[in-house]
């Protein structure tokens, strides 16, 4: 629940609504980063009807649903670089695997 909760850096997104502390109160941070970039590298490479996608078009797809004003677009552009780094992460973390 915690990692559902804390989503794709959705903390910002609740900082966005005036709710950061409820969320951090009632579901912490997961100490599990590896755990924690894997589910935003699922979450934001693949398109909402589960297609593939990279991290760049689906932040642009989330802006583009949302505008860069709403409290979507706002917190989406705040995690962007987040997202990217998290992405970035999985992504060696796979070249690195044997074959």
Same mark, same amino acid.
């Given at each position: 629940?915690? +990692?559902?909760?804390?989503?794709?850096?959705? &903390? $910002? #997104?609740?900082?966005?609504?005036? +709710?950061?502390?409820? =969320?951090?109160?009632?579901?912490? +941070? =997961?100490? #599990?980063?590896? $755990?924690? %970039?894997? $589910? /935003?590298?699922? %979450?934001?490479?693949?398109?909402? !009807? *589960?297609?593939?996608?990279?991290?760049? #078009?689906?932040?642009? #797809?989330? +802006? *583009?649903?949302?505008? %860069? !004003?709403? /409290?979507? *677009? @706002?917190?989406? @552009? @705040?995690?962007?670089?987040?997202?990217?780094?998290? /992405? *970035?992460?999985?992504?060696?973390? &796979?070249?690195?695997?044997?074959?």
């Amino acid at each position: 629940t915690r +990692l559902v909760a804390n989503h794709s850096f959705a &903390l $910002l #997104e609740a900082e966005e609504r005036g +709710l950061r502390e409820e =969320l951090a109160s009632e579901f912490p +941070l =997961l100490e #599990e980063p590896l $755990l924690v %970039d894997a $589910l /935003v590298y699922c %979450d934001m490479t693949t398109t909402p !009807d *589960g297609g593939r996608t990279t991290a760049e #078009e689906r932040v642009a #797809e989330i +802006l *583009g649903r949302y505008g %860069d !004003d709403s /409290v979507v *677009g @706002r917190f989406i @552009r @705040r995690a962007a670089p987040e997202i990217f780094a998290a /992405v *970035g992460r999985v992504e060696a973390a &796979l070249a690195a695997q044997p074959r």
